[in-house]
């Protein structure tokens, strides 16, 4: 029998693609030889905006830059739990500039924000599930954040993180590989972890749905939920047939365009979390 879900208003941070096109390669899946469609590119982020609003949440939104193509993948910027902000600090130079623009809206907003010490970037790497064991934040390293932000975040943000080490360069964040679908429970790709931080997710998420490699590379896992309407990538058929047999209501969205960029729903939205 299915499980009732009942969904939580969220609040959402998103930057329009305006500036977005693939100039330079810093993941496994951008390729400066494929053009980017602009146009189509902002077509398809306003129709992922319009579905979060659609579903009755609230977006926010970060004026682009030029010469920052990377931008509209707001996830990257900082990281949020309880109206305090853990800032960014970007791996690439390519991205640097954008957690000041990150940090100028957090500022602006009024909240309480944690300037970074070391290499994290944001929402990509870190995960709240605020209802399982208390509240933990779980948080990738491998490729972009570095170990000392695991423990600098948790001293800023006061919940407990469990590091979990990413293995495959394709999935380089911890945002391609895992997500919460509800506030106790998580989604994720075994096969993009150590196996040593696969025992630890098997032991703290027994119910965990688990996609497999078909779902991970069509950026299925890069997925945003509210509890009960999970936004996730149309391609990602598979893993949408397992979220809906337990429970979940899978929106599909495309957003062909933005994967050139190695991103999809996810990489678009970072969560603002009163």
């Not at 949440?57 to 193509?69: D, F, I, K, R, Y």
């Not at 949408?240 to 209501?249: P, Q």
């Amino acid at each position: 029998m299915d499980q009732q879900r009942f969904p939580r208003k969220r609040t959402y941070l998103m930057c329009s693609p305006e500036y977005f096109t693939v100039e330079y390669a810093i993941n496994p899946w951008m390729d400066v030889t494929t053009p980017v469609d602009r146009d189509l590119a902002v077509k398809q982020w306003d129709r992922l905006r319009e579905t979060l609003v659609g579903l009755g949440h609230e977006v926010h939104l970060l004026t682009p830059e030029q010469g920052l193509p990377d931008m509209v993948y707001a996830a990257n910027g900082g990281f949020v739990v309880d109206g305090s902000v853990y800032g960014a600090r970007f791996k690439h130079e390519q991205r640097t500039a954008e957690a000041a623009a990150h940090h100028a809206f957090y500022e602006a907003q009024g909240w309480r924000f944690i300037a970074p010490g070391e290499t994290n970037e944001g929402e990509g790497d870190f995960a709240y599930v605020p209802e399982a064991h208390g509240g933990l934040i779980l948080a990738g390293h491998g490729f972009r954040t570095e170990i000392p932000a695991h423990a600098e975040a948790q001293e800023a943000l006061g919940r407990p993180v469990v590091s979990l080490r990413l293995i495959d360069p394709r999935f380089y964040h911890l945002d391609v590989a895992l997500a919460a679908i509800d506030d106790a429970n998580i989604v994720y790709f075994p096969g993009a972890f150590s196996a040593a931080s696969q025992r630890v997710l098997t032991q703290l998420f027994p119910d965990a749905v688990i996609a497999d490699d078909e779902d991970a590379l069509a950026f299925g896992i890069n997925l945003v939920s509210d509890g009960a309407n999970v936004v996730l990538n149309s391609e990602a058929t598979r893993l949408a047939g397992k979220l809906k047999a337990v429970g979940y209501t899978p929106v599909p969205v495309e957003l062909a365009e933005l994967k050139k960029g190695g991103g999809s729903v996810k990489c678009c939205i970072a969560e603002l979390r009163h």
